[in-house]
């Protein structure tokens, strides 16, 4: 299994609607886990931390389900401006580096 | 405002030489990243620096790459001989808590021609 799995989508989804994406780890024994946020050739920025069950901000939500390993991004109320490339990572096994997943794309249409 | 600022913003060079990519932290932070992501691939871990030495490493940071923080305020990545594969965004990254909370830099992009 991969360190860290996430569909790459893309997501197309019209605006003002719900989508949630998910991402599978392999380390079992991470106590943290995060979702950054990654424009086209930018930088990526920091979202979310999840160090328990769940974190809440505003129209998004994460999620963690530790007994299948994965962890989940909701985004209520769908703005065009959400567009962009969302990335789950997860320190690596042994480790505290991060290991990032691949990013699931999300292109929010008018 | 960024937390950290990267130079040079873009930098082509030709395969075997040497290239040296910088970043300033804007204040003070415990810990320090470089991170790469090649073109249309994830981001990948490099390496970690923490009280002035590395702390972590990955297995693409090889006898070709160093890590240096000479003057306390400057970190600075330097690859010794570049090879094509080299070619890729490489990001900064600060943190203060060192437990995934990251602040990278706009990153400096590499092209190895």
């Known amino acids: 299994r991969k360190e860290v799995e996430q569909d790459p989508g893309p997501f197309n989804v019209p605006e003002g609607a719900t989508v949630a994406f998910n991402c599978t780890y392999s380390?079992?024994?991470?106590?943290?886990f995060f979702w950054y946020r990654q424009d086209c050739r930018k930088e990526p920025k920091l979202l979310m931390s999840?160090?328990?069950s769940g974190n809440e901000d505003g129209r998004f939500t994460a999620q963690l389900n530790r007994a299948s390993q994965y962890i989940s991004l909701l985004i209520r109320d769908s703005k065009l401006s959400d567009s962009a490339t969302y990335l789950c990572?997860?320190?690596?096994?042994?480790?505290?580096?991060?290991?990032f997943g691949s990013g699931t794309r999300l292109q929010v249409q008018p | 405002e960024p937390e950290v600022t990267q130079t040079p913003s873009h930098q082509v060079t030709q395969m075997g030489q040497e290239v040296i990519l910088r970043c300033v932290p804007i204040?003070?932070?415990?810990?320090f990243y470089w991170y790469r992501q090649i073109l249309g691939q994830k981001v990948e871990f490099l390496v970690s620096?923490?009280?002035?030495?590395?702390?972590?490493k990955s297995e693409i940071f090889d006898d070709q790459f160093s890590v240096e923080r000479p003057d306390g305020s400057n970190f600075t990545l330097k690859i010794r001989s570049t090879k094509l594969e080299d070619s890729a965004m490489y990001f900064c990254?600060?943190?203060?808590?060192?437990?995934?909370?990251?602040?990278f830099g706009e990153g400096s992009r590499l092209t190895v021609l």
């Open positions: 990254a600060i943190s203060d808590r060192g437990d995934g909370e990251l602040f």
């Open positions: 990572a997860v320190p690596d096994t042994g480790r505290r580096a991060l290991t």
């Open positions: 999840v160090y328990s």
């Open positions: 620096f923490y009280n002035n030495e590395i702390s972590e």
């Open positions: 380390n079992s024994a991470s106590q943290s």
């Open positions: 204040s003070n932070h415990l810990y």
